[in-house]
């Protein structure tokens, strides 16, 4: 049996956002990180967490890591270095969906929640 909770995808995504937003509001010293900040520039969003919460941060070198990977699916396999930092801060996540889905979806979006939680509506020509 299938329970169908939100409208759409985009309704849920806003309940979810909303709820990430105002948890400061109910739990103390809480600190909300998107992960997109934290493959923009890893080193400041966990100084900014440190210092949120009163703690020095140490000095000293901050090392981020590379993966490869071997996948295969539908698409079939592939060994290629999987790029987050453009999958999510570069919206390169839209480029696994055809328009007329895009077309769907984004009107469907919260624009007011989205720029609270410091995103913007994605573009499809940026996807290009």
Do not use: C, M
Not at 18 to 35: A, E, F, K
Not at 52 to 74: E, L, M
Not at 82 to 111: I, S
């Amino acid at each position: 049996e299938i329970h169908e909770w939100y409208q759409s995808l985009a309704a849920l995504r806003a309940d979810k956002l909303s709820n990430h937003l105002n948890l400061s509001l109910l739990v103390p010293r809480v600190h909300v990180v998107r992960y997109e900040d934290v493959l923009a520039s890893p080193a400041a969003t966990v100084e900014a967490i440190l210092t949120a919460h009163g703690i020095p941060p140490a000095r000293g070198t901050f090392v981020v890591s590379t993966t490869n990977f071997v996948a295969s699916g539908s698409a079939g396999s592939t060994t290629k270095q999987f790029d987050r930092h453009a999958w999510y801060t570069k919206q390169h996540f839209l480029r696994a969906f055809d328009r007329a889905a895009y077309d769907a979806y984004v009107p469907l979006l919260d624009v007011a929640i989205e720029a609270r939680a410091g995103y913007g509506v994605p573009s499809w020509a940026e996807t290009e």
